[in-house]
């Protein structure tokens, strides 16, 4: 007997081998149960996800000679002729090598004999998306109102081609991508029934490399079989696929945490050598951390089957917003990879990236000796320069008059309005410089902290830049430039809006305004006020045009006394379109 490819032995012949798809398989049983039988069925999805399998079995299921039902008995001649593809009721067609209209009329021209052997005379048309425009006008006909004994079985990758009146005409049945797992137990299976031995880390770079298509899958599994001298193992594989394994990426992670530069150049010498894809091998690290953090935030999760344990160990040596940094610098490096000189030169370059910023919080000593000995050193001199550091005031909206407010009792200085939002340091010179940043963080938070709005003075100079600085846009944009500053009592603003504007305000308008100024102002006791009145003080929004309608007066001033333009207008009999500036 001939050797048969396994995507074609181990091809499914009723709904109950059939993997994954259960959203498109309870569908069909029902109506094949129930006697509910569509006229034309449509089957799409992307390519090795069982759509002219599926197609085969409705075949089967519309032939057997024991009746319709979902489950054919897989051993009277009509089944066993489907499941060899020699039954003459059913017209198997590659719409990609018969796209012509003739073709087509051809084919609609045989829908009007009687079936032969089975119920139903059956067109199975494959990659329907292929026909031409023609072709699809020449069967709407038939499509829509064929004989009672003929049924239409079309399958496509690419749906969005086919007419909306085609689609209209179908049953559609969409066919996901099957998970990892759905691929791996099939795969699992196939291995064990024809006794191939395997490891479970080669059938993992099997199924991922598949990416969601069991066909694909069977095809590689037998590439990485022959690779293996009838074995499945992890260096066939991986030298087949160009893939590292899950163990060389934890081991890479490892070093990686551990800082050990020298292993990390050799892992990537080794990857170069066996010419594996370094966007495969970020891409795995991305998904190893994202594991890591899984089960950082969640420990009782099984994030793998076979790698819990490595995983906790892992995830003990980087703090949550490590792993997270890590990650997102990964994911990062994809681009840069690309653009690199040389795709090592880049991967190397992620490498380094990330132990620039090694582990310093989660790290053992015994990992760690000299950094951890550092950041000690580092955190005594802060403390020892935190009793010399003196701040002023901060002035975050910038007011014409700030509180005063100090770290250390001493007298602080009142802030101008011109000053940026910034805090003002006075860093003595004993402090070291390396330092200067935490010291700089601790101030600013301790200032804001300690802020007192209700002794802030504003007016209307203030209030401007107020509402320039705040993030708002939309109707709530619209309503703050159009409010005039009234006055400011204790915590509370008073604003007025012009009556005309009274519909436009609501009451989820005032909440998020009154948010946006409670964290502009850092003070949750902040009140609003909004009055409506037919004259209301100079608004932000008329502030706004006014200082623009000086600037264009200014520029058309510089424009008209512009030598050029003089003397185009001169010789030319030119005249200068003031509404274009």
Same mark, same amino acid.
């Given at each position: 007997?001939?050797?048969?490819?396994?995507?074609?032995?181990?091809?499914?012949?009723?709904?109950?081998?059939?993997?994954?798809?259960?959203?498109?398989?309870?569908?069909?049983?029902?109506?094949?149960? !129930?006697?509910?039988?569509?006229? #034309?069925?449509?089957?799409?999805?992307?390519?090795?996800?069982?759509?002219?399998?599926? $197609?085969?079995?409705?075949? =089967?299921?519309?032939?057997?000679?024991?009746?319709?039902?979902?489950?054919?008995?897989?051993?009277?001649?009509?089944?066993? +002729?489907?499941?060899?593809?020699?039954?003459?009721?059913?017209?198997?067609?590659?719409?990609?090598?018969?796209?012509?209209?003739?073709?087509?009329?051809?084919? %609609?021209?045989?829908?009007?004999?009687?079936?032969?052997?089975?119920?139903?005379?059956?067109?199975?048309?494959?990659?329907?998306?292929?026909?031409?425009?023609?072709?699809?006008?020449? /069967? *709407?006909?038939?499509?829509?109102?064929?004989? =009672?004994?003929?049924?239409?079985?079309? $399958?496509?990758?690419?749906?969005?081609? *086919?007419?909306?009146?085609?689609?209209?005409?179908?049953?559609?049945?969409? %066919?996901?991508?099957?998970?990892?797992?759905?691929?791996? +137990?099939?795969?699992?299976?196939?291995?064990?029934?024809?006794?191939?031995?395997?490891?479970?880390?080669?059938?993992?770079?099997?199924?991922?490399?598949?990416?969601?298509?069991?066909?694909?899958?069977?095809?590689?599994? +037998?590439?990485?079989?022959?690779?293996?001298?009838?074995?499945?193992?992890?260096?066939?594989?991986?030298?087949?696929?160009?893939?590292?394994?899950? @163990?060389?990426?934890?081991?890479?992670?490892?070093?990686?945490?551990?800082?050990?530069?020298?292993?990390? %150049?050799?892992?990537?010498?080794?990857?170069?050598?066996?010419?594996?894809?370094?966007?495969?091998?970020?891409?795995?690290?991305?998904?190893? *951390?994202?594991?890591?953090?899984?089960?950082?935030?969640?420990?009782?999760?099984?994030?793998?089957?076979?790698?819990?344990?490595?995983?906790?160990?892992?995830?003990?040596?980087?703090?949550?917003?490590?792993?997270?940094?890590?990650?997102?610098?990964?994911?990062?490096?994809?681009?840069?990879?690309? #653009?690199?000189?040389?795709?090592?030169?880049?991967?190397? /370059?992620?490498?380094?990236?990330?132990?620039?910023?090694?582990?310093?919080?989660?790290?053992?000593?015994?990992?760690?000796?000299?950094?951890?000995?550092?950041?000690?050193?580092?955190?005594?001199?802060?403390?020892?320069?935190?009793?010399?550091?003196?701040?002023?005031?901060?002035?975050?909206?910038?007011?014409?008059?700030?509180?005063?407010?100090?770290?250390?009792?001493?007298?602080?200085?009142?802030?101008?309005?011109?000053?940026?939002?910034?805090?003002?340091?006075?860093?003595?010179?004993? %402090?070291?410089?390396?330092?200067?940043?935490?010291?700089?963080?601790?101030?600013?938070? =301790?200032?804001?902290?300690?802020?007192?709005?209700?002794?802030?003075?504003?007016?209307?100079? =203030?209030?401007?830049? @107020?509402?320039?600085?705040?993030?708002?846009?939309?109707?709530?944009?619209?309503?703050?430039?159009?409010?005039?500053?009234?006055?400011?009592?204790?915590?509370?603003?008073?604003?007025?809006?012009?009556?005309?504007?009274?519909?436009? *305000?609501?009451?989820?308008?005032?909440?998020?305004?009154?948010?946006?100024?409670?964290?502009?102002?850092?003070?949750?006791?902040?009140?609003?006020?909004?009055?409506?009145?037919?004259?209301?003080?100079?608004?932000?929004?008329?502030?706004?045009?006014?200082?623009?309608?000086?600037?264009?007066?200014?520029?058309?001033?510089?424009?008209?006394?512009?030598? !050029?333009?003089?003397?185009?207008?001169?010789?030319?009999? $030119?005249?200068?379109?003031?509404?274009?500036?």
């Amino acid at each position: 007997m001939s050797y048969k490819v396994f995507a074609r032995k181990w091809r499914p012949h009723s709904f109950s081998d059939f993997v994954g798809q259960k959203h498109a398989l309870q569908g069909l049983m029902y109506s094949l149960d !129930n006697d509910k039988l569509h006229h #034309a069925y449509l089957f799409s999805g992307t390519r090795g996800v069982g759509k002219t399998t599926l $197609a085969r079995i409705l075949s =089967a299921c519309f032939s057997c000679e024991k009746g319709v039902s979902s489950n054919p008995c897989g051993k009277c001649n009509n089944c066993i +002729e489907i499941r060899e593809g020699n039954f003459i009721d059913l017209v198997e067609i590659d719409a990609a090598s018969q796209t012509k209209v003739e073709d087509t009329r051809d084919l %609609l021209d045989t829908t009007a004999y009687a079936p032969t052997n089975g119920r139903f005379r059956i067109y199975l048309i494959d990659e329907v998306h292929m026909l031409s425009r023609h072709s699809f006008n020449a /069967m *709407l006909k038939t499509l829509e109102e064929p004989p =009672a004994h003929v049924k239409f079985l079309l $399958a496509t990758t690419d749906p969005q081609k *086919l007419p909306v009146t085609v689609l209209s005409r179908c049953l559609q049945f969409h %066919l996901r991508h099957l998970s990892v797992d759905e691929i791996e +137990e099939k795969l699992t299976q196939i291995l064990n029934s024809e006794k191939i031995e395997f490891t479970k880390s080669a059938l993992q770079l099997v199924v991922k490399s598949a990416k969601g298509s069991l066909r694909d899958a069977l095809s590689l599994l +037998e590439q990485a079989i022959a690779s293996g001298a009838g074995k499945l193992s992890d260096v066939a594989t991986s030298s087949l696929l160009g893939l590292a394994n899950s @163990v060389d990426i934890q081991n890479a992670m490892s070093a990686l945490i551990a800082n050990k530069i020298e292993d990390l %150049l050799q892992f990537s010498k080794t990857l170069e050598i066996k010419n594996i894809d370094y966007q495969y091998v970020v891409d795995e690290l991305a998904n190893l *951390l994202y594991r890591m953090a899984l089960y950082k935030q969640y420990p009782k999760v099984q994030v793998s089957d076979e790698s819990n344990e490595k995983v906790a160990e892992l995830a003990s040596g980087l703090s949550k917003e490590e792993i997270q940094l890590w990650y997102q610098m990964c994911i990062t490096a994809k681009k840069d990879i690309a #653009a690199a000189p040389l795709p090592k030169i880049g991967f190397e /370059m992620l490498l380094l990236r990330l132990i620039a910023f090694c582990p310093f919080v989660n790290s053992q000593d015994n990992v760690y000796p000299q950094v951890n000995k550092t950041v000690s050193l580092q955190k005594k001199k802060i403390t020892n320069s935190n009793d010399q550091i003196s701040t002023k005031a901060v002035d975050l909206n910038k007011v014409e008059k700030a509180p005063e407010i100090s770290t250390n009792q001493q007298s602080s200085v009142p802030i101008k309005a011109d000053q940026p939002d910034t805090a003002v340091i006075t860093q003595h010179s004993n %402090l070291p410089k390396a330092d200067s940043f935490h010291a700089a963080a601790n101030v600013q938070v =301790a200032t804001v902290s300690n802020s007192k709005f209700h002794e802030l003075q504003l007016d209307a100079t =203030a209030w401007q830049r @107020v509402v320039e600085s705040l993030n708002v846009s939309g109707m709530e944009s619209f309503v703050l430039f159009n409010c005039g500053f009234s006055k400011k009592e204790g915590v509370s603003i008073y604003l007025s809006l012009d009556e005309s504007y009274k519909n436009l *305000l609501s009451e989820e308008i005032s909440k998020v305004l009154l948010e946006k100024l409670r964290k502009h102002f850092y003070d949750q006791n902040l009140k609003l006020d909004i009055s409506f009145k037919k004259i209301v003080p100079t608004t932000p929004a008329e502030h706004k045009q006014k200082a623009l309608n000086t600037k264009q007066q200014q520029l058309l001033l510089e424009l008209k006394n512009d030598s !050029n333009v003089k003397k185009i207008m001169q010789e030319f009999g $030119a005249r200068l379109d003031e509404t274009s500036i």
